[in-house]
């Protein structure tokens, strides 16, 4: 069974940085592409960043580049999320999700999903 539960998140002051983690079980990094995703009230769900540990080969949200690093520790079947340089528009529920042989950062592909965590940037 793939679990996936996310934790660090928190509030923090515009500039400020979180690192999200995301803690996976029944989920073999070689078969599994892993993504962030987050989501604010009334607006779609959106991918931020997208891992595939199988090659590295890493997706950004254009918002997010050199602000964001996503990486993976596989003895610890965790998923990291650096979130540096924080703005108010950050603020979100973010997910961890997992998608089976995926390649992609399209929220619709993924079939695991943690249950959220709330990220608060405030101005």
């Known amino acids: 069974e793939v679990q996936l539960v996310e934790s660090g998140g928190g509030s923090v002051q515009t500039g400020g940085s979180l690192r999200l983690s995301c803690a996976t079980t029944?989920?073999?990094?070689?078969?599994?592409?892993i993504g962030w995703f987050r989501q604010v009230p009334g607006k779609e769900r959106e991918g931020v960043a997208c891992l595939r540990p199988s090659d590295g080969s890493i997706y950004y949200k254009d918002s997010v580049k050199k602000r964001f690093s996503i990486s993976s520790d596989n003895a610890e079947s965790t998923v990291y999320l650096q979130m540096n340089s924080l703005r108010p528009e950050d603020t979100a529920v973010y997910y961890c999700?997992?998608?089976?042989?995926?390649?992609?950062?399209?929220?619709?592909?993924?079939?695991?999903w943690g249950q959220g965590i709330q990220v608060t940037v405030s101005s």
């Open positions: 029944g989920v073999t990094f070689d078969d599994y592409a």
């Open positions: 999700a997992a998608d089976y042989w995926g390649s992609s950062c399209a929220v619709d592909d993924y079939d695991y």
